[in-house]
């Protein structure tokens, strides 16, 4: 993980104490923290894509770690969320999982077993991000062609040729060729394949 540029984790739990021995490890390993003591807390700060990952207590007054994944998962926001969970919480724990939360960790756990799932779950927000980046990148060129040159490329992504291009749009060879350069160069494209990679990002 690189100095310069520390991800941030959140940490949300009822238990000062333990919110304070969970700042102490991960600022010791290189991240940034952000604690809160409730859900509703952790919701009036955040904001989506600002954290790497979410430490959660599963049972909490107020709105449950359990609600706060839900809400989460509401509003399409995919930050990895690993529960932190006492004994008789584990199968609300694994019921968490199936509905997308990253992980769950029995308390009282290994300082580097919690480590290593964090450093997992940052790799996993990194990718996301940058699975988003190219999907956002993708679409912004291609909403620069223009309406000929888009059927035209939809056209080349589907397989077909200069000659299949013209007879199904109603126009000639040279005009297929003339679109078919300049939507290529607007969508950053150098090759078929590149093109096909593209519109798949976009989608």
Not at 72 to 92: A, E, K, Q, S, Y
Request: aromatic fraction near 6%; glycine fraction near 6%.
């Amino acid at each position: 993980m690189s100095a310069a540029a520390p991800r941030l984790v959140y940490v949300v739990d009822d238990d000062d104490a333990f919110r304070d021995s969970l700042r102490w490890l991960l600022e010791s390993a290189g991240y940034r923290t952000a604690l809160f003591p409730s859900a509703e807390r952790f919701l009036e700060s955040y904001r989506a894509g600002s954290g790497a990952c979410l430490l959660l207590d599963v049972r909490m007054p107020g709105l449950s770690g359990i609600e706060l994944q839900a809400e989460l998962n509401r509003r399409g926001d995919r930050l990895p969320v690993i529960f932190l969970t006492g004994h008789g919480d584990v199968p609300m724990a694994v019921e968490a999982v199936k509905k997308g939360a990253f992980y769950f960790l029995e308390k009282p756990f290994d300082d580097r077993e919690l480590l290593s799932l964090i450093e997992e779950a940052v790799q996993l927000d990194a990718d996301a991000l940058q699975e988003r980046g190219r999907r956002l990148a993708a679409i912004a060129r291609l909403a620069s062609l223009t309406q000929r040159e888009r059927e035209v490329l939809e056209l080349v992504v589907a397989g077909k040729k200069n000659k299949q291009i013209a007879e199904a749009l109603g126009i000639s060879v040279k005009t297929v060729e003339a679109h078919r350069a300049r939507g290529m160069e607007k969508a950053g494209a150098s090759s078929v394949a590149e093109l096909v990679q593209i519109a798949l990002d976009s989608r």
